[in-house]
Every structure is written in structure tokens, then in C-alpha cells.
């Protein structure tokens, strides 16, 4: 494998996983100098495949880094005031968003996977389908990856961007943790439903804390419909097979139950198009993962973070960490000081998300008292101590130089925040 400093050489970095997360690392690596490959577990590219998520503003800026900036502009719609409502209605609290800051972008998720692998193309970053990993065989100058249809890849690193499912964790540390199931079941789609005013416009997001669940929605560019999402308490969670047998029909009419004394989500599901619906059985939080990484492998995006969608941050954070773990590795030729600096930098910021989003998930799987006592303290709270600006600058506001070299952490170092608006 290639010896750091070497003129004429590159690491090569085994990029496991070719979701998000992973292609946006192989292109940050290429941009840092290394030589990426990716590959993914399935055998089919998967485009048109996803729901819908939102790149908050640190995630756009995260992009911007890499090149994208301009494509994921024109991809999906900008996110508007953020209406925090009653569920019948009535606005408990609305955010503006940062005056200096862009707007963040509601997108399907297919739309950003098409970008990214039309980037990895142009770029020539490798892609390989139908690599399942299964083991790994680490030496003194490399590691080599082992796949279940027989086949290997030898690289200087192997990055796992494997998702909360990852085969990459597990290998790092047989007793890490694996991927907690939040309590809820996500189900999302589209309606004929035409919100009235900037709502319908999809100048404004709106969720709501209903009567029984969690309801989401926003308007379509040009007026042609709704798009909306709800997360149904459900205590066991079901395996995905299980969910499709319930079919997309009953989902709905469950939706239509539950929010049968919400506004405006029973006149939105009223006219909501069955066959426009996915259903997602297992919305899933990351606990605090003890090892990042070990010898030549180390861990990126959902594999090693993932916060509730409560958060609005799962594929932000994906993105920032994927530019981060390429800066480490372009300033500290030593992979274990560049993976110490990675954790370092990243570990305090996701793990603070991660926390705030599980106490509003907590809110989102809470019975009707508790969605109450919610609709009655959360004015008071976002006129007082809940500002948009305490709330939004530190997550939204951060920004990676990727100009500033990075400095190696000292033994022990659990992370260094720096400052909002400003990665260390």
C-alpha cells in the first residue's frame, strides 16, 4: 500500500456503503488527495428509492465544500418558516430561520443520490454494487475487505459508511452498540389537498403535535398538492415484511384514525393518493458509540451517529462529518492521529444533536397528556428561552474551513467544539 509522503501516491480508501454518506465522503476524499472506492451492499443503484428528508443549512454549506453546492440548489424546494402548530390549526410558535444563513432544502432522497452518483461518474470515483461485506483482514501496510459473493478489495483504509445497521461497527467492536427503535413508525406520501395561503404556495413547513400522533405537511411548488408525513406510536417494532403486509391501504386508514380530530391533517389524508405512500417500520436513533475506530477502520454518518428525524439533521450530519474525516485524513498522514482528530472534532456536536432530538421524540411518542402539557408550555417556551437564535445558531450555523489545516489531538481527547459558525 502506499507510504504516506510518498510523491506519485495515494491512500486508498475502501468506502463501504453508497448511500449518502458514502459518496460524499469518497468525494471529499478525492478532493483531500486520496483514492476512493465504494462499495454497496445492493446490487441496483437506488435511484427513485427514499422518502423525504431535509439538508439543513450546515449540511448545505457541507455540500458547497465538495462541489454540489449549485446541483442540490436545484433539486427538491426551500424550506420556508418552520409553524409549529396545535394540531387544530392554531400556531403555538413559528421560525423564520437565520437571516444570514440559506435556506435549508426539503428533497426526496432519490434526488440527492442521483447528484451524488452523477458526481462519483464525472469525477471517476469507482462504484461497485453487490459487495456485501463480511469480514476484513488488517496487516501492517493494509487492509483487505472480504465480500459474500467471494470477491476482496485491498485499500490502505476502510471507511464504513454502512449505515445504522453497520457490518463496519460491529467489526471495530463486537459489543458495540446497535440502532435503538424509537417507538414510532414513520408513514409519508402525497394529497390533492391544497393548503390555503403561503402554506399552499410551500412557503411554510408545518408539524403539529396531534391529538394522538405526530403530523407533519407542507404544500407543493406551484399548488399542486400536499406532501406530508406522520410518526405513529407503535410500542414493538415490526420488521419490514411485516409492514408490507399490512398494506399501504390499511396504513392509511390508521393515519386517517388517528388524526381523525386533527386539523388540517384529516382533510389532507382525506384526499391523500395511496399509491404515492411509503412506510418506513423502523424510525431508529444511534446510541453514543464508544469506538469510532479501530486500526485501519473507522466509522462515518448513520453508522456512528444517527439522531432521531426528530433532529432534521440525520443527513446534515452525515455530510459534515464525510468533509471532516477528509480533512483529518489530508492534514495527518498518520491514519490513528487522523481518526483521534476526526472523533474529536465531530463526537461532542453529534452527540448534543442526537440528545436534544431524542427529548422531542419523547414529546412525539408521549400519550395524550403529554401532548397537552406540550401544546400548553411550548408557547411560553418559544417566546422566552427557545429563541431562534439559541436554537438555530449553534446547529445551523456551523461551517467547515476546509482550507484550516488540522492539528492532532492530544492522548485522551474527547473533542473540541470550536465555536459556531466556524468548524475547528
Known amino acids: 500500500m502506499s507510504a504516506p509522503g510518498t510523491p506519485g501516491t495515494s491512500k486508498k480508501a475502501l468506502v463501504i456503503g453508497g448511500g449518502i454518506a458514502g459518496p460524499v465522503t469518497a468525494l471529499a476524499l478525492r478532493k483531500a488527495g486520496l483514492e476512493p472506492v465504494v462499495f454497496e451492499a445492493y446490487r441496483d443503484s437506488a435511484e427513485g428509492v427514499g422518502g423525504t428528508f431535509m439538508i439543513a443549512p450546515n449540511g448545505l454549506g457541507a455540500l458547497a465544500v465538495v462541489g454540489l453546492e449549485a446541483e442540490v440548489g436545484r433539486i427538491g424546494q426551500p424550506v420556508g418558516p418552520m409553524v409549529i402548530e396545535d394540531g387544530k390549526g392554531g400556531v403555538l410558535a413559528e421560525f423564520s430561520g437565520l437571516a444570514d444563513l440559506p435556506r435549508g432544502r426539503l428533497m426526496r432522497r432519490a434526488e440527492l443520490y442521483e447528484v451524488l452518483q452523477r458526481r462519483l461518474r464525472e469525477t471517476g470515483v469507482e462504484v461497485h454494487w ?24 485491498t485499500g490502505d483504509l476502510l471507511i464504513g459508511a454502512d449505515g445504522t445497521g453497520s457490518t463496519v461497527r460491529t467489526l471495530i467492536d463486537p459489543a458495540a452498540p446497535a440502532a435503538q427503535y424509537t417507538g414510532l413508525l414513520g408513514v409519508g406520501g402525497y394529497s390533492s389537498y391544497r393548503l390555503p395561503g ?42 419490514p415484511e411485516e409492514v408490507r403486509a399490512v398494506g399501504a391501504a390499511e396504513w392509511l386508514r390508521r393515519c386517517r384514525e388517528l388524526h381523525s380530530a386533527d386539523l388540517p391533517a384529516r382533510e389532507v389524508l382525506r384526499m391523500a393518493d395511496v399509491e404515492t405512500m411509503e412506510v418506513f417500520p423502523r424510525l431508529e436513533i444511534m446510541p453514543s458509540v464508544p469506538r469510532w475506530y479501530r486500526g485501519r477502520m473507522v466509522l462515518v454518518g448513520d453508522s456512528v451517529h444517527a439522531p432521531s428525524n426528530s433532529s432534521g439533521q440525520g443527513a446534515s450530519l452525515a455530510v459534515e462529518s464525510a468533509v471532516e474525516l477528509a480533512r483529518c485524513l489530508r492534514d495527518l498522514p498518520d491514519h490513528t492521529a487522523a481518526f483521534a482528530a476526526y472523533e474529536a472534532l465531530r463526537r461532542p456536536r453529534v452527540e448534543k444533536i442526537a440528545a436534544d432530538a431524542a427529548r422531542t421524540n419523547s414529546q412525539k411518542s408521549s400519550g395524550p397528556v403529554g401532548r397537552m402539557v406540550f401544546r400548553l408550555v411550548a408557547p411560553i417556551a418559544m417566546r422566552t428561552f427557545l429563541s431562534p437564535e439559541r436554537m438555530l445558531r449553534p446547529v445551523h450555523g456551523y461551517r467547515i474551513d476546509w482550507d484550516r489545516r488540522v492539528a492532532p489531538v492530544g492522548p485522551g481527547a474527547t473533542g473540541t467544539t470550536g465555536r459556531p459558525g466556524r468548524a475547528a
Open 130 to 153: 453487490g459487495k456485501r461485506l463480511v469480514g476484513v483482514e488488517e496487516g501492517a501496510d493494509g487492509i483487505t475487505a472480504r465480500f459474500a459473493d467471494g470477491s476482496s478489495a
Open 198 to 239: 403561503r402554506a399552499g404556495r410551500g412557503e411554510s413547513v408545518h408539524f403539529a403535535n396531534g391529538a394522538r400522533a405526530f403530523f407533519g405537511y407542507w404544500g407543493l411548488p406551484g399548488g399542486s398538492g400536499t406532501a406530508w408525513f406522520s410518526n405513529i406510536p407503535q410500542p414493538e417494532p415490526m420488521a
